[in-house]
């Protein structure tokens, strides 16, 4: 998987990564700011994902570093799940926000149980 990651400190601080979806390549960028009610969006047909920054993710006044980094995590796998489905050609999936969810939320568990039993 390319993966650039690119931080431009000097002026917005705004991060970009390349993700290679089944080898489409969806451009990451941390600058969505579009709807309060969502940490992020996929743009399926220009190929972007575009996602809150990491410090302005979780909505708790107080959240630790750790929530933060877990909550953008969360979010990021949400919005590649998304992503995933679409270039599945797996359009109605895409779209079902539960079971996008749900992989996004279980797919590190079960990835680890793989790991610990040689399976990937
Ligand atoms: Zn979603």
Request: proline share 2%.
């Amino acid at each position: 998987m390319k993966n650039n990651n690119k931080t431009n400190t000097e002026t917005t601080k705004i991060v970009h990564t390349d993700v290679d979806i089944m080898g489409t390549i969806y451009e990451m960028t941390d600058d969505y700011c579009k709807n309060d009610d969502y940490g992020g969006e996929t743009r399926l047909f220009t190929k972007e994902i575009h996602l809150r920054p990491k410090d302005e993710i979780v909505e708790v006044k107080d959240a630790t570093p750790i929530e933060k980094e877990l909550g953008f995590n969360q979010t990021f796998r949400h919005e590649i799940v998304h992503a995933f489905f679409f270039e599945c050609g797996m359009t109605e999936y895409c779209m079902d926000e539960t079971l996008v969810e749900f992989l996004a939320s279980t797919a590190p568990k079960l990835f680890a149980i793989f790991k610990k039993h040689n399976l990937l």
